[in-house]
């Protein structure tokens, strides 16, 4: 529009020309940006004030982050108070930080499994020749912060995590059962 023509668009009008194949593309450039700004902003502090500084502000950072996520989520599934691993299992797949991640969600028994195969972040820092991320504390916030916050009975116990790997199939695992 090189005349001076302005064209104005409403939250979400630009999606609504995109195919299925350039939403789903889209969803995934979303979660890759999401994970570029959390790297971005990590290895700023990181690089300044070290890696304990670094973790601290992302596990306060994430702690807020994932409660409002999963309220969102949870409204715009329709999931219930109370959805139960059920519902869980209905999120997981779609938290901003899985569509760009190979994921896979398991039952054993009563207990839900997410593991994520494998993951941008770890795989971004072994690229830059970077140490991996110690993220299961903050995994620990993320995953059990975003169950408790779509159902409260639900519990999350880390499964393998850098540094405390206990699965070599995979990036993390977190069993989730009701308490």
């Known amino acids: 529009m090189a005349d001076g023509r302005v064209r104005a668009f409403s939250p979400g009008e630009a999606l609504e020309d995109l195919s299925r194949e350039e939403l789903i593309a889209y969803a995934q450039l979303c979660s890759k940006n999401l994970f570029a700004i959390d790297g971005t902003w990590f290895q700023s502090i990181e690089a300044e004030r070290g890696m304990d500084e670094a973790m601290l502000h992302d596990e306060r950072a994430w702690e807020r982050f994932t409660a409002s996520e999963a309220r969102r989520l949870k409204a715009f599934l329709g999931l219930e108070d109370g959805c139960g691993l059920e519902g869980l299992a209905r999120a997981l797949p779609l938290k901003l930080t899985s569509p760009c991640n190979e994921t896979e969600i398991r ?38 912060g975003f169950a408790k916050a779509l159902d409260p009975r639900i ?10 790997v206990a699965d070599d199939t995979c990036a993390c695992a977190w069993r989730f059962r009701i308490g």
């Open 155 to 164: 519990e999350c116990v880390c499964e393998s995590c850098y540094p405390d």
């Open 107 to 144: 039952w054993e028994g009563d207990e839900l499994v997410f593991c994520v195969v494998s993951c941008r972040v770890q795989a971004a820092r072994s690229r830059k020749g970077m140490n991996l991320h110690p993220c299961k504390p903050v995994g620990l916030v993320e995953y059990g």
